[in-house]
């Protein structure tokens, strides 16, 4: 019996299906598409359900007790970082700015971004530098290898169950968090899009819809 695909799975395949059909069609290889009246799913949107309050997340970090993985669960809050951005990380991507710094990150489609830090996470990650290798990963494996995704993964899930937070904990969760708790704390939308590299305010303002800070549900008077 074949695995059932999560539903954004489900669209995936099935947009791909239609962009082939459409392909097909306009090249003279089919006659009709065929798969012109397919619709899409629209998936359910989880995101609310993927955002740790700021509690959770200060647990999680505060409980981990392995430096250089204390260090990864703090950059991925405090700079918003895709895993993938994290683990190729190297050190010439710092830059001392005064007190704190500032990293230059590849994200999505090769488009980089400059992120600045606060002096106390700087500081956090310069305590990792004990190689003095520009070139170096910031976050190495026993082998001197750059962290890679699956290692990552299993940091965060295994700080989440230090923390008793139950669900399926990803370091995405925490680049959500960057995203919930900044805009809660009032950073322009503008700011927090260029910070997380989205190519579009939209995407950012997801965010506000996943975590209003008022509905119209409060003015309701039932009982």
Known sequence: MAKELAPISVGRTLAAVRSL????????HLAKNVAADLNLPRPENCLAER???EEDVRRIIALETEPRDRVLLLLLYTAGLRVSEACNLRWRNLRARGDAGQLTVCGKGGKTRAV???????????SLD????????????????PLDRSRVLRIVQEA???AGIAGGVSPHWLRHAHATH???RGAPIHLVQATLGHASVAT??????????QSSAQFIQAR
């Open 204 to 213: 950012t303002s997801r965010y506000l819809h996943a975590r209003p800070s």
């Open 51 to 53: 955002i740790l309050g």
């Open 130 to 145: 004990s190689a003095g290798n520009p070139d170096g990963p910031v976050f190495r494996s026993r082998s001197g290898k």
């Open 160 to 162: 989440a169950q230090r």
């Open 21 to 28: 059909m459409r392909f097909a069609t306009r090249s003279g």
């Open 182 to 184: 900044s805009l809660e």
């Open 116 to 126: 600045l830090l606060p002096g106390e996470m700087w500081k956090d990650l310069l």
